[in-house]
C-alpha cells in the first residue's frame, strides 16, 4: 500500500525541505469558454432534475475562466495545465 503513495509522500518531503521543483507542464492552445461550458453543464443529469443546480451568480464561472488566464506584466501566472500553484507577486 505504501508504494501507491510513495509520490505523494515524495512530493510532501520534497515540499518540507524546500527542494520541491516546479514542474515543467504541457502548454496548451485552447482555450476554455464560457460557452462551452455552460454548454457541458447543460448536459449534466443533474441540470435536468433540479431547478438550482449550476444557477451562475454573478458571472461567478465566467469570473473563474478568466482567472486561468490572468497574466502579470505580459506574462501568464498560471504556465501549464498542470501548474496549480500561482505565482505571487508583491507590489512595492
Same mark, same amino acid.
Given at each position: 500500500?505504501?508504494?501507491?503513495y510513495t ?13 520541491l ?8 492552445n485552447?482555450?476554455i469558454t464560457?460557452? /462551452?461550458?455552460?454548454d ?7 441540470h435536468e432534475? /433540479?431547478?438550482?443546480?449550476? *444557477? ?9 475562466i478568466h482567472? *486561468?488566464?490572468?497574466?502579470? =506584466?505580459g506574462? =501568464?501566472?498560471?504556465? /501549464? ?12
Amino acid at each position: 500500500m505504501l508504494q501507491k503513495y510513495t509520490k505523494s509522500l515524495d512530493l510532501l518531503d520534497d515540499y518540507d525541505h524546500k527542494t520541491l521543483t516546479k514542474p515543467k507542464g504541457n502548454i496548451s492552445n485552447e482555450k476554455i469558454t464560457y460557452k /462551452s461550458c455552460i454548454d457541458i453543464i447543460k448536459t449534466l443529469k443533474f441540470h435536468e432534475k /433540479s431547478d438550482i443546480f449550476a *444557477i451562475e451568480r454573478d458571472k461567478g464561472l465566467e469570473s473563474i475562466i478568466h482567472n *486561468i488566464y490572468q497574466t502579470f =506584466d505580459g506574462k =501568464d501566472v498560471y504556465e /501549464s495545465v498542470e501548474e496549480n500553484q500561482p505565482t505571487f507577486y508583491i507590489l512595492v
